[in-house]
């Protein structure tokens, strides 16, 4: 009898947490699977086969370098450009995989393996919000269903959007590349609102990348645009001393 009850507080326990992350990651799958079609439509129109577009969603699983990539391969950037290109875009996660496994010290190391495999910004952002689940009985499972949710959103929304890139109107699967600039714009312009330093480095960036246009291919412009701005921000965003 003391199995008995044994079992099922722990299947109580699973069911908790699988509800909670369940409830808490919806959100971010309603988020996440508009963009994925988006970056679906637009690889499809950069050239890549519906497995090769669906294929980087499930081992890169990067929104904003995806963007990136497929709009690199449609301008024909080389393999070497768009690696570099995307692992300075994605820098940040190592800060935040730091942060993040900080949290998750309470956790077993076979579940923060998977788990920091599906680190995104709003997987981060959501942790952050939930700490004590970790601490909590079958913990691991909210994050696990969190993670998972975030993940087969964001592929399953590729693979549909590279579905419906063969079969829409190529004029309107064309219009949609200006969501590729709307989605940076959206992330820049809050950042810009609470310090306006921000704004310089993107124009720095954006400054240096026209200029590079000049003399070399758009790929390795968008690769030294992106490094010189990034360090741009060490001196710009460096605190005034007293």
Same mark, same amino acid.
């Given at each position: 009898?003391? /199995?008995?009850?044994?079992? !099922? ?12 992350? @369940?409830?808490?990651? @919806?959100?971010?799958? *309603? ?16 050239? *890549?086969? =519906?497995?090769? *577009? /669906?294929?980087?969603?499930? %081992? ?17 950037? $080389? ?18 995989? =730091? ?15 998977? =788990? ?14 939930? /700490? ?6 079958? $913990?691991?499972? @909210?994050?696990?269903?969190? /993670? ?7 592929? @399953?929304?590729? =693979? ?11 004029? %309107? ?23 306006? !330093? ?20 758009? $790929? ?12 741009? $921000? ?9």
């Amino acid at each position: 009898m003391e /199995t008995i009850n044994l079992n !099922r507080k722990t299947v109580a326990a699973k069911m908790t947490m699988f509800k909670r992350g @369940f409830t808490v990651g @919806f959100p971010i799958m *309603l988020g996440y699977i508009p963009i994925a079609i988006t970056y679906g439509v637009l690889a499809k129109q950069a050239g *890549l086969t =519906l497995t090769e *577009l /669906t294929l980087m969603s499930v %081992l890169v699983f990067a929104g904003a370098s995806q963007f990136m990539g497929a709009n690199m391969i449609a301008l024909g950037a $080389g393999a070497i450009e768009i690696i570099i290109a995307t692992f300075v875009l994605n820098f940040r996660h190592f800060v935040m995989s =730091l942060s993040y496994m900080n949290r998750m010290r309470p956790v077993a190391l076979k579940w923060k393996l998977p =788990l920091s495999l599906g680190l995104t910004d709003e997987t981060f952002a959501v942790s952050s919000l939930h /700490t004590k689940e970790a601490n909590e009985e079958k $913990g691991f499972i @909210f994050y696990i269903t969190l /993670t998972l949710i975030a993940y087969l959103s964001w592929v @399953f929304g590729s =693979l549909l959007g590279g579905v419906l890139g063969e079969i829409i109107p190529e004029v %309107l699967s064309q219009s949609m590349g200006i969501a590729l600039y709307a989605m940076f714009i959206g992330l820049l312009v809050p950042s810009v609102k609470k310090e306006l !330093r921000v704004g310089m480095i993107a124009l720095v960036a954006m400054l240096v990348n026209v200029i590079c246009l000049q003399f070399m291919s758009s $790929g390795w412009a968008i690769v030294v645009g992106t490094v010189l701005g990034g360090l741009s $921000g060490v001196f710009l965003l460096k605190e005034e001393r007293s």
